[in-house]
T-cell receptor, first 111, second 116 residues
Framework: RKEVEQDPGPFNVPEGATVAFNCTYSNSASQSFFWYRQDCRKEPKLLMSVYSSGNEDGRFTAQLNRASQYISLLIRDSKLSDSATYLCVVNYPSNTGKLIFGQGTTLQVKP | DTAVSQTPKYLVTQMGNDKSIKCEQNLGHDTMYWYKQDSKKFLKIMFSYNNKELIINETVPNRFSPKSPDKAHLNLHINSLELGDSAVYFC???????????????FGPGTRLTVL
């Protein structure tokens, strides 16, 4: 089983749509969770951290379910500029700061 | 005013050659990383240094040797390049993890290595 699993997609949605991505992780001792965004031929950048109680940043909402070891990202009112690959990231529970990246889910927002 | 920079951006070379990639960060972070992103887009950690000390060394061929002259720089030297080394190599930096938590990592723009 992969340490962090995501559906690679692609997800093709029209502008204005709501889209949700899911991710599962294998190590129940992981403490830190993130969503990163990677544009084509660019470096990954932090989109948002994911907190136990769930958190929102504008049109983006992240949820964490520790019991199911499941993380989600919801994007409302999709914009063309949201087209990118979204990487689910989980820390490896050690004192090294190591992060484990999922394969990423590709989103294509169409006009 | 780049936070994490890498050189070169593109590297095309023949099999068997030796090459180096340089990375510098001006964020004042203590921890730096090298990642490899292959054609399937998986981003995998290779090495990590904390204040010039090696703390992560994943299962990487010993043809790959990182060097950290100071905490702002982490270079990657690759000997005897092979076709399978073709990938994008990203450098990153972060504050050190506290306990078992992870911190946001800031990535450089990547070095696209092509081995012919």
């Amino acid at each position: 089983r992969k340490e962090v699993e995501q559906d690679p997609g692609p997800f093709n949605v029209p502008e204005g749509a709501t889209v949700a991505f899911n991710c599962t992780y294998s190590n129940s001792a992981s403490q830190s969770f993130f969503w990163y965004r990677q544009d084509c031929r660019k470096e990954p950048k932090l989109l948002m951290s994911v907190y136990s109680s769930g958190n929102e940043d504008g049109r983006f909402t992240a949820q964490l379910n520790r019991a199911s070891q499941y993380i989600s990202l919801l994007i409302r009112d999709s914009k063309l500029s949201d087209s990118a690959t979204y990487l689910c990231v989980v820390n490896y529970p050690s004192n090294t700061g190591k992060l484990i990246f999922g394969q990423g889910t590709t989103l294509q927002v169409k006009p | 005013d780049t936070a994490v920079s890498q050189t070169p951006k593109y590297l095309v070379t023949q099999m068997g050659n030796d090459k180096s990639i340089k990375c510098e960060q001006n964020l004042g972070h203590d921890t730096m990383y090298w990642y490899k992103q292959d054609s399937k887009k998986f981003l995998k950690i290779m090495f990590s240094y904390n204040n010039k000390e090696l703390i992560i060394n994943e299962t990487v061929p010993n043809r790959f040797s990182p060097k950290s002259p100071d905490k702002a720089h982490l270079n990657l030297h690759i000997n005897s390049l092979e076709l399978g080394d073709s990938a994008v190599y990203f450098c990153a930096s972060s504050l050190p993890g506290t306990g078992w938590e992870g911190n946001e990592q800031f990535f450089g723009p990547g070095t696209r290595l092509t081995v012919l």
